[in-house]
């Protein structure tokens, strides 16, 4: 069963801000929300997790609405090596069983 | 410092014929998974160790899959034999569990064709 849903493709303009959209509507309690991407011909790349509070580091923002039923990855300054495709998946710490969609293919346009 | 290494890179064979890939995790995890990506379509979990042990096989095909992780470091991932379908890119991970995190560090991919 898919726990996520994300828009299976999106454009962004090189410069401007990239937001990635998931709906995460059955997140249980203790579900982190844990965003990867995959650069072409590579394995996937953690960007950054999240509970309940906005989170930011080096990569990315993660903004989770107060409900925690979805969640917004922010790329600030797009360049085009953040060409890839982006999953987002939710993840229960005693299970450790991380699973992937099909996630989003984001294209940054030059 | 070096991060997951598998190999092959790539790999074609003929149906029926066996193959077998390696994987070296990071230094020091003690986590390591086997993952399948088909094309257009996210990673799929194979297998998952602890150490040697196999806590998650429930995905594993194993009328033909099958995998070892001796000494709890390095795995292997074998298939015998190879249908057609089996062709896919297969990932290998590694994990320091104990830090309770969900951060994989995936290598770079075995593609496997069969023809």
């Known amino acids: 069963d898919a726990k996520t849903t994300q828009p299976p493709s999106m454009d962004c303009a090189e410069g401007r801000a990239a937001n990635l959209p998931c709906n995460h509507s059955t997140i249980s309690g203790n579900e982190y929300v844990y965003w990867y991407r995959q650069i072409h011909s590579q394995g996937p790349q953690y960007i950054i997790h999240?509970?309940?509070n906005n989170e930011t580091n080096e990569m990315a923002s993660l903004i989770i609405t107060e409900d925690r039923k979805s969640s917004t990855l922010i790329l600030p300054h797009a360049t085009l090596r953040d060409t890839a495709v982006y999953y987002c998946t939710v993840i229960n710490f005693g299970n450790e069983k991380l699973t992937f969609g099909t996630g989003t293919r984001l294209t940054i346009i030059p | 410092e070096a991060g997951v290494v598998q190999s092959p890179r790539y790999k074609i064979i003929e149906k029926k014929q066996p193959v077998a890939f390696w994987c070296n995790p990071i230094s020091g995890h003690n986590t390591l998974y086997w993952y399948r990506q088909n094309l257009g379509q996210g990673p799929e979990l194979l297998i998952r160790?602890?150490?040697?042990?196999?806590?998650?096989d429930s995905q594993l095909p194993k009328d033909r899959f099958s995998a070892e992780r001796l000494k709890g470091v390095d795995s292997t991932l074998k298939i015998q034999p190879a249908e057609l379908g089996d062709s896919a890119v297969y990932l290998c991970?590694?994990?320091?569990?104990?830090?309770?995190?969900?951060?994989?560090?995936f290598g770079e991919g075995s593609r496997l064709t069969v023809l």
């Open positions: 999240g509970l309940k």
């Open positions: 160790y602890e150490n040697e042990e196999a806590v998650d």
């Open positions: 991970a590694s994990s320091f569990f104990s830090a309770n995190t969900g951060e994989l560090f």
